[in-house]
């Protein structure tokens, strides 16, 4: 998709939509995913404290370089139900060249629970 495909937001339509960084502090296989996923408890520090998330991002990441990594994650979005699993923020990624994800979050370490802006 690109940008002409989209419509035009106002900046407080984007203020709706809460972005926070997190640390992955555990991660393990989800079998029971209709596509191949990982399931993450991510810390967002006291303020939203620990989530979870079903991310579909096993082609580019291992789930031992996933523990200690820093996210993005959406945290205002309703919880959805995915197979036997709730998941409670949705972990953003963007497209590597051939349309797998790759996770994004900070370049340097920065304290939990900071608000994209």
């Known amino acids: 998709m690109d940008q002409t495909d989209t419509a035009q937001i106002s900046f407080a339509d984007f203020m709706q939509v809460d972005i926070r960084v997190g640390r992955i502090v555990s991660a393990e296989p989800f079998p029971q995913a209709r596509k191949p996923a990982f399931k993450l408890v991510i810390d967002f520090g006291p303020e939203i404290g620990i989530k979870r998330s079903s991310a579909q991002i096993t082609v580019n990441h291992t789930l ?47 304290p939990v629970g900071g608000r994209l802006y």
């Open 64 to 110: 031992e370089e996933l523990v200690g990594r820093q996210v993005l994650a959406v945290v205002n979005f309703p919880p959805r139900q995915i197979g036997p699993f709730m998941s409670e923020v949705l972990t953003l990624g963007v497209p590597d060249a051939d349309g797998e994800v790759m996770l994004i979050g900070p370049a340097r370490d920065v």
